[in-house]
């Protein structure tokens, strides 16, 4: 059983940064892992997804300002968030790809304020 702690989320102001981090349990072998985010009322969405070599892709509204990276050896993921708007505003998620299952967390809740 893959379990998965995300940490770092909460209150900020418009224009601010946030890094969130999420730790992944037990020694295995993660190929992709990535960030997903749900506001109250909308469907979860990607945020940003990197691959064990470091390859990463971003939903278009995160580009230029969110960044993803990985410790393969701490098995960890981070998110850095950068130039928050209130619609940022959404429970984070981390995700994990082990053996072609993928595993949550249990989310952090962002939220920005105007």
């Known amino acids: 059983q893959v379990q998965l702690v995300e940490s770092g989320g909460g209150l900020v102001q418009a224009g601010g940064s946030l890094r969130l981090s999420c730790a992944a349990s037990?020694?295995?072998?993660?190929?992709?892992m990535g960030w997903y985010r749900q506001a109250p009322g909308k469907q979860r969405e990607l945020v940003a997804g990197i691959d064990r070599g470091g390859r990463t892709n971003y939903a278009d509204s995160m580009k230029g300002r969110f960044a993803i990276s990985r410790d393969n050896a701490k098995n960890m993921v981070y998110l850095e968030m950068n130039s928050l708007t209130p619609e940022d505003t959404a429970v984070y998620y981390c995700?994990?790809?082990?053996?072609?299952?993928?595993?949550w967390g249990q989310g952090t809740q962002v939220t920005v304020s105007s």
């Open positions: 995700s994990v790809e082990v053996l072609t299952r993928y595993y």
């Open positions: 037990g020694r295995i072998f993660i190929n992709a």
